[in-house]
Structures are given as C-alpha cells and as structure tokens.
C-alpha cells in the first residue's frame, strides 16, 4: 500500500461534474449537502476496472458509517456520461457518481498514471485508482491522499473512515 500524504489545509482543487447518482446534478465540493462535512473523492481507473467495481460497493456497504461522521463518498470516472451512467446502472452506488470524461479533475487532483505516454493515452493501462478525502466545512480543503501505485492498490475502507473521521478533530500545533 501506498503511504498516506496528509497534506494540511491545502486548497482543493475546485469542480463541477456531472453525476449520473444521487445528489445534485452538477456536484462539486460546493454543492454537497449542508449536513456533509467531508467528501471521499474515489477516482476510479476506467469503465471496466473490476478492483474499482469491489472499491465502490465496499464502501456502499458502509454508508451508514460515512454518515455517521457526515462524510459523503463521491466516485469519480474518467468516463463520458453516458459511459458513467451504464456503470451505475451496473454498480447502483447510493452516493454521487460523477462523470469526468477525459480526466481532467482526476489530472488536478494529482491522479496517478503509470507507463509514460502510453498510459497516458489509455486509462485502462495508466491511470491508477486514487482516494482524497476533502474538508469541506469552509473553504474546500484537501485532508488525505491515498495514490495507487497499481490496479490493486487501494486503502482499506476502514482507513478512509478513519480518514473523514479524524478530518472534523482539531490538529495540534506542532510545538517550536
């Protein structure tokens, strides 16, 4: 597994997607619902990635959890809408599902990619799976990164709600 960077009140990249599941259509870190105090952004590899299939329905099954500590999970695609909206009718995630075709957001979000240009030219060969866990009480904030460094690479569920938990607790100053 990768590690962890948990940058500290870095400014989030900002967007607005379209989402083929629930939630407002475009979403966005500024248009969550009130009662939602962090996003987990799960950018996912391509249409047919299996791990990334066992991801989403992993974390659906907690969604009472993420909800418990007002966090909301977002799964983000490097696909179309169209494509987006075949792969929810596959997966039916009881959260946002957002389309960003051509992966510009997920390019923002330091997404990464594997093999030069090749992967670049292809998400099924390049892109890997990145998880980010988003402050968004304010001014949207990044709060933990998870970068795939492969297909498999993915931190368990209970780290991510971890991570929206630990979001909302006040940081101790580091003493000088």
């Known amino acids: 597994m990768s590690d962890t960077t948990r940058p500290v009140d ?10 083929v599941g629930r939630g407002p ?3 966005g870190p ?5 009662e939602t105090d962090s996003l987990l952004l799960l950018f996912q590899r391509d249409y047919y990635c299996g791990n990334c299939r066992d991801q989403v329905a992993e974390v659906a099954d907690q ?3 993420f909800r418990d500590v ?3 999970p977002v799964s983000v695609l490097p696909e179309s809408v169209e494509r ?4 929810q009718e596959i997966v039916d995630l009881p959260y946002p599902v ?7 957001v997920g390019d923002s979000y330091d997404q990464p990619s594997r093999f030069g240009i090749l992967g670049n030219l292809s998400d099924l060969v390049g892109r890997m799976p990145l998880a980010v866990v988003l402050d968004v009480r304010g001014e949207p904030t990044v709060h933990a990164t998870h970068p795939g460094s ?3 690479d993915r931190p368990p569920v209970t780290e991510l709600l971890d991570d929206c938990r630990t979001c909302h607790e006040p940081t101790d100053p580091s003493p000088d």
């Open 10 to 19: 870095e400014p989030a990249p900002t967007f607005e997607l379209p989402n």
């Open 30 to 34: 500024r248009t969550a619902p009130g």
């Open 25 to 27: 259509d475009p979403f």
């Open 98 to 104: 957002l389309a960003d075709d051509g992966g510009a």
């Open 63 to 65: 969604i009472e959890a």
């Open 150 to 152: 492969s297909p498999a």
């Open 70 to 72: 007002d966090a909301l």
């Open 84 to 87: 987006t909206r075949e792969w």
